[in-house]
């Protein structure tokens, strides 16, 4: 079984940075993307940002050119730098992680969450 760990969240300030970061271990066959979604009070869980294996990047409209997604393959860790902060930021961040198993079969995993709230 994969297992994610995320650390990074925090309370900031409007206009101030973050980064979280998220490692996988465990029984990893292959990991075809990476990515980070989100979940504010009374919404759905979006999705935020996405690294493919191909290192190719996808951000929600809502964050391009603040968030930034990026991987060490070698760490199987994945990062997700967050520039200037606003308070619709605000929300549960919680890291995903699509895996191609040795049974050749596509798993998904998600990591517990870490809360991120913009405030002043």
């Known amino acids: 079984q994969v297992q994610l760990v995320e650390s990074g969240g925090g309370l900031v300030q409007p206009g101030e940075s973050l980064r979280l970061s998220c490692a996988a271990s465990g029984p990893i066959f292959r990991i075809s993307s990476m990515g980070w979604y989100r979940q504010a009070p009374g919404k759905q869980r979006e999705l935020v940002a996405r690294?493919?294996?191909?290192?190719?990047?996808s951000n929600a409209d809502s964050v391009k050119g603040r968030f930034t997604i990026s991987r060490d393959n070698a760490k199987n860790t994945v990062y997700l730098q967050m520039n200037s902060l606003k308070p619709e930021d605000t929300a549960v961040y919680f890291c995903?992680?699509?895996?191609?198993?040795?049974?050749?079969?596509?798993?998904?995993?998600w990591g517990q969450g870490t809360q991120v709230t913009v405030s002043s």
């Open positions: 995903n992680v699509e895996e191609l198993g040795s049974d050749l079969l596509e798993h998904v995993y």
């Open positions: 690294i493919i294996s191909s290192g190719r990047t």
